[in-house]
Every structure is written in C-alpha cells, then in structure tokens.
RNA sequence: GCUCCUAUCGUCUAGAGGCCUAGGACGGAGCCCUCUCAAGGCUUAAACCCGGGUUCGAAUCCCGGUAGGAGCGCCA
C-alpha cells in the first residue's frame, strides 16, 4: 500500500432531534471531500448524553441521510457503545499525569464562575486540584465523587489550519483544564470526540463552525495522547431569510420536511453545495461534478442565509431535466401522501414530462394532476364562473359529441379534432380549450390541452365532459 | 465581559493589485412568444460596511473603527 495516508472523513451529530439542513450541509461537505480525494466517509452518533438522545432521533437522521444518499461507507459508530474504550483511555492519562481529579462541586464551580463574570473575565477554571510539583492540594471534601479533569498546557499557542478559514491561533492560558469524565464516570463530549476521531483514523475533520473553540483543547488532549491531531475544516452555518440563526419559525429545518415541500433530494444537495460554494459561474452540479470539482478550500468563511426561492429554482431545473423514471417514485410518494392512488390511470412518468416545466415542486405537481387519478372534489369557483356558462356548456356539448366518435385517443388526433373544432366555429382555439381545461381538470390550468385529454383517457374525459354540461345547465350557470 | 471568527447587488456568489464602466444566478421590473399555467427569449434596476495607510494603481494587501456571528457547562 501507498505510505500516503488516505483520506477519512465522518460526519459527527448527535442525536437529540431531526437531520437539520445545516448538518445535512456538513455532511455533504464532508462526503464531497472524502470522495474528492478517494477516501472514505463515515458516521459516528454522539450518544453520549442519554437525557437527550433517543432512537426516534437516530432513525430520522438516518433516514435524512438515506433519503440525501450520503450514507456511511461502513457501519455507523455508536459513542455510547465505547464507554469500555473512553474508561481505559482516562484511567491511561490518570496514570500518566495529563489528567487529575477535581473535588469541586457544582455550586462550588457556579460560584466561581459568578465572582468571575463579576470581575468581566472569561469565566474558567481556575485549576485549584491541578496538581503541580511542590504545590499542596486541598484536603479531599467528603462523599464528594471527582471528575476527570484534562491537564492543559499553561503556556503557548496552539495554531489551527483551518482548511476554510485560514490559521487560527489560541494561546493556551486562555484554555482552562476541561472536564473529561463526570462524577459518575461517564466521559463528555470534547474527550470522546477526541478518543474516537483518533481511533477512527479520522484525518480530516469537517464540522460546523461552533467548534472552532473547541478545536485547541481537542488537539491539545490528542497530542497528550501521542496522537497527530487532524485537519480541520469549519463551516459556517445556514442562517434564515432574515439573517438570523435557522430555527422553527424560519419554516423547515430538517432535511426530511424538504422531502414533504416536494423536493427531490439531488437538488436540495445541489442547493446546499452552492451555499457557500462555488465553481465560477455554474449553479448546477450532477452528483459526480460536485465530486470531481468540489474544493473546501473555496467554501466561503462567512454564513449564509438559506433563501427558499433559489432552492425551489434548483428543485424546478432538476424536475425539469431528470429522467421521469427516476422522479415517478417520489411522486408516487406525494400522490399516496394525499390520499390519491395512482394506480388507475396514466403512467406516472408520462404525467411527470407533461407537467414538469409547470411544477417547480412535486407538491405544486400533485396538486396540478390529481384529476388524473381522482374524481374531481369541484370546480375551481373563478374559473368555473368564468368557463363553465351557458356559452362555454354549448362548446362542451358539441365537442363532446365529436370526440366521442374520435376513432384514435391519440394526442396528434385530438390535436386535430379540437384545433378542427375551433376553426369550425369559427373560435380562437382559447375558448375551447378553456371551458375543457375547467371541465377536465376542475381549473384553468393543465397541460396542452391535446396531452392532458390523452393521458386523462377517454372515458374520463367524455364522462366530465358531460358533466361539465349538465353544471353548465344547472343552477350554477350564468345567463 | 473575555476569546475566536466574519464582512461584494435584497439573497447565493465571481473577483488572487491594473483584465472592474465590478461578472453570473435567484428574486424584482419591462417587452416578446402563447390554448391556460408555465417554460423560453430579450432588456433593465440593484453591491465592493466606514476611515486611514501601502502602492504609479486597492473590491483585492496592512491597521483601526463599526456591525454581525460563535464559544466561554459534570450539553453536544
């Protein structure tokens, strides 16, 4: 094998709640560079905190990231079960002296950290059980159980080359000695991170920009451990519209709720890879494209605000270019999602080409061709009162009794039959197609109308034809 | 408060000292096309946070301000 060490990324959440979009970003990131430089990409989930992780967290990052494509390359690491693992490596830096008890308790640490607030300095702590050589430490308080604290240099700088924002130094008195396993024994968050990305052979690093503070403490324990720290690469968060922190009253923030706005999964991926990113001027990105161009070293330092109309842009080109084959399943999804069964009526992929460049959403397509598969629920009420009058009942009629004779269904033929219809009676073709848009489709909207009577089928269309004219008849029609 | 980070049209961005009269995309406005809705074509408005340097020359380099963000847990 090459001497070269290969390149492994992971990506790291912890499971307290849904995949959010920011994660998912981080996780592109992380995959697209993995893969960039032929390595591999992994899953770690940070379980350690049991209050707050559950299994219904888990399963929906998974089935964000399923749904996304950007599984792990070999089965996900669990944090929770390596407490063997994080046991052994603290009772190692016990022995070797880079790490100690500390006595203190909670209120005892509160109150530091109050007095120092007090003072406006950064509150930390102030190493009162580190030990050092000649120095006396206090007498052990009774049934007090210690935590495991990490013996931070005092001195020095520990330089961070960030791979998106450039060096980044930390002096080391600014570092306090942070706690690496509770009172009960339980390692947190910083020391597992450390242990595993060590462990894992992780050799770059690509995580939100909220750890850049992190970043010296965890290099200063690996290098405690005899590791060589990683590369790191932070970046910057997602922000809303209004340039503030993405939260619930933005809308949707977890990547599966994109999935039930109608997206398809390869565009929200190309959306997120140009916040942020970029390759000159181009905006679309096939999956192999963002492999083989992607650079994180061109990712931009600062956030960037999601902007809802350009993903929605992105989500229409991909409606507008995929092979309908591979969109029908996701629309079959959206179709059952409302209670439409698609299995009576036109082939799902059909309907897909001769809607899509109206649809920019596969909700906005659902919602447009329903009638193809269900029973009109009405009329749409404008177009109704605009389309279906006594006038428009009189074109239905005839026309009804024309294509019912129609010896072909095909499109050119009703092409031909209501185009020929029309010119008969002397019509811009408007008129016609407008009342058989409302009648078919119970709204102006649709399709050529040749296409969307072809795949609506005959006996449908004939049959809200007639329909069509008996309302046009009914008490609902205008003098 | 302290530490760290950031700053080009409304938004995402191009820009590596002269190619910048600052380019592209979304969104906006207008026109054309049109059986609806769209799509498409064309046109158009719109930005270098401020102030100092360095330099013949700065959106680009340096410093200072300002504004925003992140972190400062026995959370992750």
Redesign the pocket.
């Known amino acids: 094998m090459s001497a070269v060490a290969s390149v492994v990324t992971r990506f790291a959440p912890?499971p307290?709640g849904f995949l959010h979009i920011g994660g998912a970003r981080t996780a592109l990131f992380s995959y697209l560079y993995a893969r960039r430089h032929g390595g591999r990409y992994l899953l770690r989930i940070?379980?350690?905190?049991r209050e707050?992780s559950t299994d219904e967290a888990v399963r929906a990052i998974f089935d964000g990231l399923d749904w996304l494509g950007l599984v792990s390359d070999v089965e996900p690491v669990f944090?929770t079960q390596r407490f063997d693992r994080y046991r052994e490596v603290i009772e190692g830096m016990l022995e070797a002296g880079t790490a100690y008890h500390c006595y203190?308790?909670?209120e005892e640490?509160d109150q530091m950290?109050a007095a120092q607030?007090a003072r406006?300095?950064?509150?930390?702590?102030d190493g009162r059980w580190r030990p050092e050589p000649g120095k006396v430490l206090p007498e052990r308080p009774e049934g007090?159980?210690p935590?495991v604290r990490f013996k931070n240099p005092l001195s020095g700088e520990v330089l961070v080359d960030d791979m998106i924002?450039?060096p980044?130094?930390?002096?080391n008195e600014?570092l306090d000695d942070?706690?690496i396993a509770?009172?009960?024994g339980?390692p947190?968050?910083?020391f597992c991170v450390v242990v595993d990305d060590m462990d894992m052979d992780i050799t770059h690093v690509v995580r939100g920009?909220?750890?850049?503070?992190?970043t010296p403490r965890q290099i200063n324990i690996l290098k405690a451990l005899g590791a060589e720290p990683p590369a790191y690469a932070h970046v910057p968060?997602i922000?809303g519209?209004d340039?503030?922190?993405l939260s619930k009253r933005h809308g949707a923030v977890g990547v599966i709720e994109y999935r039930a706005l109608g997206f398809l999964p390869e565009a929200l991926l190309n959306y997120l890879v140009?916040?942020?990113?970029?390759h000159?001027?181009q905006?679309l990105f096939s999956r192999q494209e963002m492999v083989e161009l992607f650079d994180i070293s061109?990712v931009?330092?600062?956030?960037?605000?999601f902007?809802m109309?350009?993903a929605?842009?992105v989500n229409?080109q991909y409606l507008?270019s995929a092979d309908p084959v591979h969109v029908a399943p996701e629309f079959d999804w959206h179709l059952r999602r409302v209670g439409v069964d698609p299995a009576h009526g036109p082939a799902l992929a059909a309907v897909i080409e001769a809607q899509r460049?109206?649809?920019?959403t596969l909700v906005e397509m659902t919602e447009k061709s329903k009638f193809f598969y269900a029973e009109l629920e009405g009329y749409n009420e404008k177009d109704a009162a605009k389309h279906l009058t006594a006038e428009g009942g009189a074109v239905l009629d005839a026309l009804r009794e024309r294509l019912e004779v129609l010896p072909q269904w095909t499109a050119p033929a009703l092409?031909e039959a209501v185009n020929g219809f029309a010119e008969g009676r002397g019509l811009?073709?408007?008129k016609v197609?407008?009342p058989i848009?409302v009648a078919v489709a119970g709204m102006?909207?649709?399709?050529?109308?040749?296409q969307t009577l072809f795949l609506l089928g005959r006996e449908r269309t004939l049959a809200r034809l007639a329909a069509a004219v008996s309302y046009c008849r009914g008490p609902g029609a205008q003098p």
């Open positions: 912890s307290t940070e379980d350690t905190d707050r944090q203190c308790t909670k640490l950290r607030m406006k300095e950064k509150p930390r702590y007090v159980q935590v924002k450039g980044i130094s930390f002096q600014e942070l706690i509770r009172g009960d339980t947190t968050y910083n920009d909220d750890h850049v503070n992190n968060m922000l519209a340039g503030v922190k140009r916040l942020g990113w970029s000159g001027d905006e061109r931009q330092k600062a956030p960037a605000r902007d109309e350009k929605v842009w229409h507008k460049e109206r649809c920019k092409h811009g073709l408007g197609a407008q848009r102006a909207i649709s399709p050529p109308i040749d």
